[in-house]
Nanobody, 115 residues
Framework: QVQLAESGGDLVQPGGSLRLSCAGS????????IGWYRQAPGKQREWIGR???????YYDDSVRGRFTIARDNAKSTVYLQMNSLKPEDTAVYYC?????????WGQGTQVTVSS
């Protein structure tokens, strides 16, 4: 069974950069599409993007050109590189996988963009 754990969240100034990590466990991790989501206070969780097992990457329009998703299967990790951060990027960020046993979510990591 795949398990996920996010890390790397922090307080950053507008215009700054941050890299989040999603560490996976389980032999099946490398075969899974991993998605990134975020949830701002008082708002619904929203999809940011995903990377497939063969490294196809898709982004929501709100982050395309600023965020980059990549994976390192040797480290069982998917990364979310975030550049040109805006206050509206403030949220808890989650990674996600769909397995044969259902959806798997990490615990989330807080990103705060503020001066």
């Amino acid at each position: 069974q795949v398990q996920l754990a996010e890390s790397g969240g922090d307080l950053v100034q507008p215009g700054g950069s941050l890299r989040l990590s999603c560490a996976g466990s389980g032999a099946a991790f490398r075969f899974k599409t991993i998605g990134w989501y975020r949830q701002a206070p008082g708002k619904q969780r929203e999809w940011i993007g995903r990377i497939t097992s063969d490294n196809l990457v898709y982004y929501d329009d709100s982050v395309r050109g600023r965020f980059t998703i990549a994976r390192d299967n040797a480290k069982s990790t998917v990364y979310l590189q975030m550049n040109s951060l805006k206050p509206e990027d403030t949220a808890v960020y989650y990674c996600h996988a769909l397995t044969g046993l259902g959806q798997v979510w990490g615990q989330g990591t807080q990103v705060t963009v503020s001066s």
